[in-house]
């Protein structure tokens, strides 16, 4: 496996690591608001306040030409 190959696999197990964590987070913020007391907490949990990531709202990384190129050099290795 080159570098840039493991630097890919790397990036999508970190986003289906924060994939993962967005469910979960998502239903401790629905636990942790069926059991809220409305007078010490007005405010109701959000899914951030149990994410590991927190407020992480940064978009995909896009896909350069230079990225591009490789990935079809690569793929003409396999084939």
């Avoid at 899914?47 to 709202?57: E, N, Q």
Wanted: proline content about 5%; cysteine-free.
């Amino acid at each position: 496996m080159t570098f840039w190959e493991f630097a890919q696999y790397s990036h999508g197990f970190v986003d289906r690591d924060k994939l993962e964590w967005n469910r979960a987070a998502s239903i401790m913020a629905i636990l942790a608001n069926v059991n809220r007391d409305a007078k010490r907490r007005p405010k109701p949990f959000t899914a951030d306040d149990f994410s590991p990531y927190g407020h992480d709202k940064s978009s995909p990384r896009e896909l350069t030409q230079t990225d591009f190129d490789q990935l079809l050099k690569w793929r003409e290795n396999l084939t």
